[in-house]
């Protein structure tokens, strides 16, 4: 079983950034492939990006390529998800998630989630 958190979730206007950050007490994350998705109310949950172990190469979903970034640090095995130049269609509870991502169905463990809102 791995417990996922996290953090970093909040109110942003429009053009603005955040950092997401992903952590799993007592377990370093840079053992496991790794993705972050999101939900937006009455929406489906989709992928936004994974990040692989090994060679750390990643995916973007289309609509956030250019703007978000994932990243590692294995000292520490937290997973981040740089959010720039948020849009308020990025409004949505964003969850990280271990597994073979981008797919939902595929992945194991899941966090609870944190919101991000985007709004003026």
């Known amino acids: 079983q791995v417990q996922l958190v996290e953090s970093g979730g909040g109110l942003v206007q429009p053009g603005g950034s955040l950092r997401l950050s992903c952590t799993a007490p007592?377990?370093?994350?840079?053992?496991?492939?790794m993705g972050w998705f999101r939900q937006a109310p009455g929406k489906e949950r989709e992928g936004v990006s994974c990040?692989?172990?090994?060679?750390?190469?990643?995916y973007y979903a289309d609509s956030v390529k250019g703007r978000f970034t994932i990243s590692r640090d294995k000292s520490n095995g937290t997973v981040y998800l740089q959010m720039n130049s948020l849009k308020p269609e990025d409004t949505a509870v964003y969850y990280c998630a271990t597994g073979p991502c981008p797919q939902v169905a595929d992945m194991n463990f899941w966090g609870k989630g944190t919101l991000v809102t985007v709004s003026a």
């Open positions: 007592g377990i370093n994350l840079d053992d496991y492939q």
């Open positions: 990040i692989a172990t090994i060679d750390r190469s990643t």
